[in-house]
C-alpha cells in the first residue's frame, strides 16, 4: 500500500554485523511500530513509537533499537545480528489515533 | 504474560458455508479486538474491530465479542475460496490509547470449492 513502505524487502546478512531497517510512511500518523513474525510465535511487538523521538519497548525488544528523528521514518536497527533474528520484520502505522494498525508489506530478513 | 489464544486449525469449509473462528484473551483491561486476514507471504490486513460486547456486522463478516469470557470470534458467511488464508486475532493491551496489539498464533481456513 501506498501509505507504508519498507526498505529492504529482503536482506541476508551475517551473524554480528549491525542491519537497519527503514519504515517511511506518508500519512503523518503520530504511532509507528515494529513486529516480527515467526513460525509458532504469531506476531510480536519489538519496538513503538508515539512521535518524533517518542520511543519505547514491546514485547521483544531485547537486541534491537529504534529510532524516529522525522514523523514519517521509523529505523529499526540491530546493532549486531544473530541467527535468532532471522524473521519477517513488519511495521505498522497506527490509524485512527492509532487505534488501528495498518502493515507494511514486510522485510525478510535471513541471517547467516 | 498476557496471551491470545486461538486454534490453529486448519479449519476446512465447502464454499458457501458459514466459518467461525474463535479467540480468547487473558487481559482482562483490554479495550479492542482485531480480525487481521493474512494471505501466503503477505502482510496482515485488518478486516474487523470491536471495542462493545455483542456482535458488530460488516458485509459477510461478523465479529462477537464477550468480555466477561474473555472471548472473540469471526463469522464468515456465504465463504468463498478467496477467504482463505490465516485469520490473525489482535487485542489491545498497556494503559492509554498507544495501539500496542498482542497477537494470536493465528487460524488457517480452507475453503473447497
Known amino acids: 500500500d501506498a501509505g507504508i513502505t519498507q526498505s529492504p524487502r529482503h536482506k541476508v546478512t551475517e551473524t554480528g554485523t549491525p542491519v537497519t531497517l527503514r519504515c517511511h510512511q506518508t500519512e503523518n500518523h503520530r504511532y509507528m511500530y515494529w513486529y516480527r513474525q515467526d513460525p509458532g510465535h504469531g506476531l510480536r511487538l519489538i519496538h513503538y513509537?508515539?512521535?518524533?523521538?517518542?520511543?519505547d519497548k514491546g514485547e521483544v525488544s531485547d537486541g534491537y533499537s529504534v529510532s524516529r528523528s522525522k514523523t514519517e521514518d521509523f529505523l529499526l536497527t540491530l546493532e549486531s545480528a544473530t541467527s535468532s533474528q532471522t524473521s519477517v520484520y513488519f511495521c505498522a502505522i497506527g490509524r485512527q489515533g492509532g487505534t488501528e494498525a495498518f502493515f507494511g508489506q514486510g522485510t525478510r530478513l535471513t541471517v547467516v | 504474560q498476557k496471551e491470545v489464544e486461538q486454534n490453529s486449525g486448519p479449519l476446512s469449509v465447502p464454499e458457501g458455508a458459514i466459518a467461525s473462528l474463535n479467540c480468547t484473551y487473558s487481559?482482562?483491561?483490554?479495550?479492542?479486538f482485531f480480525w487481521y486476514r493474512q494471505y501466503s507471504g503477505k502482510s496482515p490486513e485488518l478486516i474487523m474491530f470491536?471495542?462493545?460486547?455483542g456482535d458488530k456486522e460488516d458485509g459477510r463478516f461478523t465479529a462477537q465479542l464477550n468480555k466477561a469470557s474473555q472471548y472473540v470470534s469471526l463469522l464468515i458467511r456465504d465463504s468463498q475460496p478467496s477467504d482463505s488464508a490465516t485469520y490473525l486475532c489482535a487485542v489491545s493491551y498497556g494503559s492509554g490509547n498507544t495501539g500496542k496489539l498482542i497477537f494470536g498464533q493465528g487460524t488457517t481456513l480452507q475453503v473447497k470449492p
Open positions: 513509537s508515539y512521535g518524533v523521538k517518542d520511543t
Open positions: 470491536i471495542y462493545s460486547n
Open positions: 487481559d482482562r483491561g483490554s479495550q479492542s
